[in-house]
Structure formats: structure tokens, C-alpha cells
């Protein structure tokens, strides 16, 4: 829910007194919290085309509870997104905390945005920018900006914890939607040929195998005798046996065959551009 509300120009004013806020954020490299995905942003975005804050929007609310460290429930959240997204989608998100008259902690800020590519299997490169509004209500004479480099299919900026980070700051990124098309394969068929000792082992074996096989053909031919159906059978058997053992050594002086297959897997590119704002809801 929304607390007391206090203007820009009062809230400026208040931490300056206060002095428990810097006038510069703080933009630390900081990995995308744990359990936001790129349903989550993609939800808070949506409801943020239809609802202002985060009381109808529960992914904003996880958005918030996941970077900023505390309830939605327990301050002010504005939540702005873009109207037509193309390729990427996301939401800025400013939330205080701390400004209820019940409240004796100091007052919290926190900025920051999350962007998600809109199609599945995408992910996106490029650059986001977080701007606070220049103007001279909130006293300063230029307007501060924070930059980061986008990547993967979600990522959420680290927090921004001034207060010139404020309701009407603005996200910009712009970059390429990457989609990775299906691999394209080719094959191609190599021969490693045995080496000399392999070809002299086999022949060895060759050999030896066809003298066994001379050996008892000679055997069969002395115990056929006169019988010409014996001698027949006995050489029958020795010719099968000399055609076995020249396919053995062949097949063991043959190359080794080895199918390559290369995969290339494509990619294609194409520009996105997000600006908050635009919105009337």
C-alpha cells in the first residue's frame, strides 16, 4: 500500500537534513536475484500497463521484496514499463520506504529495472541506462545516470538508493535479441591406415593360418586314400579355409574408418530499442 506520500522537491529537502542518503547512487555489478526469471518481469510489465503500483502487480512486488529488501506493502512503488515492446521487455521500478508517521527508521530508496526478451529461446546484448529526471525541483543541475550491460535471457540492475533516482527517472537499453537457429550438420568419412607392425602381425597370423590349413589337407589326402569323393572333400575344406584366413588378413590390414561430423550452429541478430513511458493507463 502507498503511505504518506511526500513530494520530490520534500523528499529532497528531508534526506539533505537527514543526511543519511548520498546524492549519488551507487550502481555495484550485482548478478540478477535468485528466483526472478524471465516470467517474472515479463508479468510485472504487463500488469504495469494496466495498474500504477505494484498492489495489482505481484511480480512487481516480488521485484521489489527480491532487490530492494523490503515489502511493497510497506511504501510507495511506481512502477513504469513501455508501451509497444519489440524483442525486449521490462519495467523501471521506484520504491521508498520508511515515510510512515509510525515508522523511526530512516527512509530507504530504491531504483532500479529488469528486462526480459519477450519470445523464448532468445537472449539479448546491449546496454541499459538508468536516467533521474533533470529538473530544478530536485536540486541539482544536471541529471545523474547509471549504465549496464545487458545479457542473457533476464537481467535486473542493481539498486540505486538516492533519492534523485526518483519518480520520473527513465530506462532506455538498446542492444540485439539473439536467437540461435537449429545446427547444421556435415560429415566426412577418414581412413587411418594400420601401421607396419600391425601389417607385419597379421600376415604372421596369414601364414600361419594357411600352413595350418596345408598341413591338414596333406593329413586328409593320405587318410582318403584311393576314395576321389574324400580327396574332393578335403580339398574343399583346405580352399575355405585359405579363403577365411585371406579375409581375417585382410580385414586386419585395413584402415580404420571414422565418420567426422561437425555441427555449426547459426545465430541471427536483430536491433531492439526500450524507453519507459508512454503509458496511459
Same mark, same amino acid.
Given at each position: 500500500?502507498?503511505?504518506?506520500?511526500?513530494?520530490?522537491?520534500?523528499?529532497?529537502?528531508?534526506?539533505?537534513?537527514?543526511?543519511?542518503?548520498?546524492?549519488?547512487?551507487?550502481?555495484?555489478?550485482?548478478?540478477?536475484?535468485?528466483?526472478?526469471?524471465?516470467?517474472?518481469?515479463?508479468?510485472?510489465a504487463?500488469?504495469?500497463?494496466?495498474?500504477?503500483?505494484?498492489?495489482?502487480?505481484?511480480?512487481?512486488?516480488?521485484l $521489489?521484496?527480491?532487490?530492494?529488501?523490503?515489502?511493497?506493502?510497506?511504501?510507495?512503488?511506481?512502477?513504469?514499463?513501455?508501451?509497444?515492446?519489440?524483442?525486449?521487455?521490462?519495467?523501471?521500478?521506484?520504491?521508498?520506504?520508511?515515510?510512515?508517521e509510525?515508522?523511526?527508521?530512516?527512509p530507504?530508496?530504491?531504483?532500479?529495472a529488469?528486462?526480459?526478451?519477450?519470445?523464448?529461446?532468445?537472449?539479448?546484448?546491449?546496454?541499459?541506462?538508468?536516467?533521474?529526471?533533470?529538473?530544478e525541483?530536485?536540486?541539482?543541475?544536471?541529471?545523474?545516470?547509471?549504465s549496464?550491460?545487458?545479457s542473457?535471457?533476464v537481467?535486473?540492475?542493481?539498486?540505486?538508493d538516492s533519492v534523485?533516482?526518483?519518480?520520473?527517472?527513465?530506462?532506455?537499453?538498446?542492444?540485439d $535479441?539473439?536467437?540461435?537457429?537449429?545446427?547444421?550438420?556435415t560429415?566426412?568419412? $577418414?581412413?587411418?591406415?594400420?601401421?607396419?607392425?600391425?601389417?607385419?602381425?597379421?600376415?604372421?597370423?596369414?601364414?600361419?593360418r594357411v600352413a595350418?590349413?596345408?598341413?591338414a589337407?596333406?593329413?586328409?589326402?593320405?587318410?582318403?586314400g584311393?576314395?576321389?569323393?574324400?580327396?574332393?572333400?578335403a580339398?574343399?575344406?583346405?580352399?575355405?579355409?585359405?579363403?577365411?584366413?585371406?579375409?581375417?588378413?585382410?580385414?586386419?590390414t585395413?584402415?580404420?574408418?571414422?565418420? $567426422?561430423?561437425?555441427?555449426?550452429?547459426?545465430?541471427?541478430?536483430?536491433?531492439?530499442?526500450f524507453?519507459?513511458?508512454?503509458?496511459?493507463?
Amino acid at each position: 500500500m502507498r503511505t504518506s506520500l511526500l513530494t520530490r522537491g520534500a523528499v529532497a529537502l528531508a534526506t539533505i537534513a537527514i543526511g543519511s542518503v548520498t546524492l549519488a547512487g551507487s550502481p555495484a555489478v550485482a548478478d540478477t536475484p535468485a528466483g526472478i526469471t524471465r516470467e517474472t518481469v515479463l508479468g510485472a510489465a504487463d500488469a504495469s500497463r494496466v495498474f500504477f503500483g505494484s498492489e495489482s502487480n505481484p511480480d512487481a512486488a516480488k521485484l $521489489v521484496a527480491s532487490v530492494c529488501g523490503f515489502s511493497a506493502d510497506d511504501g510507495y512503488v511506481d512502477v513504469e514499463t513501455t508501451s509497444q515492446p519489440d524483442g525486449v521487455d521490462g519495467v523501471l521500478i521506484y520504491a521508498s520506504s520508511g515515510w510512515s508517521e509510525e515508522s523511526e527508521a530512516p527512509p530507504q530508496y530504491c531504483t532500479f529495472a529488469a528486462f526480459a526478451v519477450t519470445k523464448a529461446l532468445t537472449t539479448m546484448s546491449g546496454t541499459a541506462t538508468i536516467a533521474a529526471p533533470d529538473e530544478e525541483e530536485d536540486l541539482r543541475s544536471a541529471a545523474a545516470s547509471a549504465s549496464y550491460p545487458l545479457s542473457g535471457e533476464v537481467y535486473v540492475t542493481p539498486r540505486l538508493d538516492s533519492v534523485e533516482y526518483g519518480p520520473g527517472s527513465v530506462a532506455t537499453a538498446s542492444g540485439d $535479441v539473439i536467437t540461435k537457429a537449429a545446427t547444421t550438420g556435415t560429415s566426412s568419412r $577418414v581412413v587411418t591406415p594400420k601401421t607396419t607392425a600391425q601389417k607385419k602381425a597379421a600376415r604372421k597370423v596369414y601364414d600361419r593360418r594357411v600352413a595350418s590349413a596345408k598341413k591338414a589337407y596333406s593329413k586328409a589326402k593320405d587318410k582318403a586314400g584311393s576314395s576321389t569323393s574324400k580327396k574332393s572333400a578335403a580339398k574343399r575344406a583346405y580352399v575355405a579355409k585359405k579363403k577365411s584366413a585371406k579375409a581375417a588378413y585382410r580385414a586386419a590390414t585395413a584402415g580404420t574408418l571414422t565418420i $567426422v561430423v561437425s555441427e555449426n550452429a547459426t545465430t541471427t541478430k536483430a536491433p531492439f530499442t526500450f524507453t519507459t513511458g508512454g503509458l496511459s493507463r
